[in-house]
T-cell receptor, first 115, second 117 residues
Framework: AQKITQTQPGMFVQEKEAVTLDCTYD???????LFWYKQPSSGEMIFLIY??????QNATEGRYSLNFQKARKSANLVISASQLGDSAMYFC????????????FGTGTSLTVIP | DAGVTQSPTHLIKTRGQHVTLRCSPI?????VSWYQQVLGQGPQFIFQ???????GRGNFPDRFSARQFPNYSSELNVNALLLGDSALYLC????????????????FGAGSRLTVL
């Protein structure tokens, strides 16, 4: 069975500080992709960052980086230099190769950036 | 280029009615997926279509159906609506495919918010 776990329902961070959002996953498929999406109150899911299961290096996209620890089955998102516009829901997702392009999402973490 | 567009953005139905939601993918994207997001939860996979064929179906009853048209746009139909069908319905399209993991990056639309009374 495929499962994504996000254990932090809500997080607060001071503006300009870094924050880590936790994500663990479970799959028996050796090939999979890991994704993070941001969902503002408007509802649209915005793609942030992707990590393939065979990637040797952690993915980075601007202020976003993914701390991928394959043995621990974790894929934490690190946001550096937080901005007020980062306040939103953040979802971790996994797409195992044997399920085609089906994505499994966690329950999300609500991030609030404090001025 | 236009992103993924969905219509309608909001709609209210009563129990037992039928609803049709529409989605236009990003130009050049041949895969369309539908997800249901209940308030306070992450999106749940409903369907995936690729080249007009159903390639995947989530754990949803037969009241849910979908199709993809020759121009790659898609419709999601839900019959005999229940109160529990109230949710944000998200459509996503994809193009690129990582050759090792097989994973595609999904680009989502803004969603159709359905309220069933």
């Amino acid at each position: 069975a495929q499962k994504i776990t996000q254990t932090q329902p809500g997080m607060f961070v001071q503006e300009k500080e870094a924050v880590t959002l936790d994500c663990t996953y479970d799959t028996s498929d050796p090939s999979y992709g890991l994704f993070w999406y941001k969902q503002p109150s408007s509802g649209e899911m915005i793609f942030l960052i992707y990590q393939g299961s065979y990637d040797q290096q952690n993915a980075t996209e601007g202020r976003y980086s993914l701390n991928f620890q394959k043995a621990r089955k974790s894929a934490n998102l690190v946001i550096s230099a937080s901005q007020l516009g980062d306040s939103a829901m953040y979802f971790c997702a996994m797409s195992p190769m044997n399920t085609g392009n089906q994505f499994y999402f966690g329950t999300g973490t609500s991030l609030t950036v404090i001025p | 280029d236009a992103g993924v567009t969905q219509s309608p953005t909001h709609l209210i139905k009563t129990r037992g009615q039928h609803v049709t939601l529409r989605c236009s993918p990003i130009s050049g994207h041949k895969s369309v997926s539908w997800y249901q997001q209940v308030l306070g939860q992450g999106p749940q996979f409903i369907f995936q279509y690729y080249e007009k064929e159903e390639r995947g179906r989530g754990n949803f009853p037969d009241r849910f159906s979908a199709r993809q048209f020759p121009n790659y746009s898609s419709e999601l139909n839900v019959n005999a609506l229940l109160l529990g069908d109230s949710a944000l319905y998200l459509c996503a399209s994809s193009l690129t495919r990582d050759r090792y993991s097989g994973a595609n990056v999904l680009t989502f639309g803004a969603g159709s918010r359905l309220t069933v009374l």
